[in-house]
């Protein structure tokens, strides 16, 4: 299948702002999604952006999309240590029928 | 948000046998039902997609009479791994849809940890 690669891991000190990527090979990409998976739970979606906006901001969370690149990264605004957690990049497409295409997940390490 | 729970949460067994996996939507009535498969370090692969009272569509290189897959009704979907093996240990996660897909946000069970001896 296409990739979606996603650097491994991250680590912030906590008030600072977080930006992990994400870069995808899929140019029929419809959205784009970020989950957060924290220990033993499953996984929570933060945020999609349809693949013909470039920007999507809720609270902390902005998230961009470079369409042209494959582009896709996370913004977090005065990370906290409850942020901590694996943040996978996602993509889907009519072609696989909405399944999620995901990265290998970024650890995300806030330490105080 | 709209809950869709898994269970077991844990399970060992021993090489052989079969084990089955319940994945149900709470409060919702999922049209479609994706398990995944998250091995360490890796991403989550889609195994199989299935649509409420058809048969699951599953991705290049999962053997469907190994992982069998019902999706009897709209709350419930369940996976069975017949024959198990040590390498069939993984965490396993289905996540249900009210929709066909696009905007229709996937909701994700906890994930089921299988551990074969």
Known sequence: GEDVEQSLFLSVREGDSSVINCTYTDSSSTYLYWYKQEPGAGLQLLTYIFSNMDMKQDQRLTVLLNKKDKHLSLRIADTQTGDSAIYFCAESNTNSGYALNFGKGTSLLVTP | ?117
């Open chain 2, 1 to 117: 948000g709209a809950v869709v729970s898994q269970h077991p949460s844990r399970v060992i067994c021993k090489s052989g046998t079969s084990v089955k996996i319940e994945c149900r939507s709470l409060d919702f009535q999922a049209t479609t039902m994706f398990w995944y498969r998250q091995f360490p370090k890796k991403s989550l692969m889609l195994m199989a997609t299935s649509n409420e009272g058809s048969k699951a569509t599953y991705e290049q290189g999962v053997e469907k009479d190994k992982f069998l897959i019902n999706h009897a009704s709209l709350t419930l979907s369940t996976l069975t791994v017949t024959s198990a093996h040590p390498e069939d240990s993984s965490f396993y996660i289905c996540s249900g849809t009210p929709g066909a897909g696009g905007t229709d946000t996937q909701y994700f069970g906890p994930g089921t940890r299988l551990t074969v001896l």
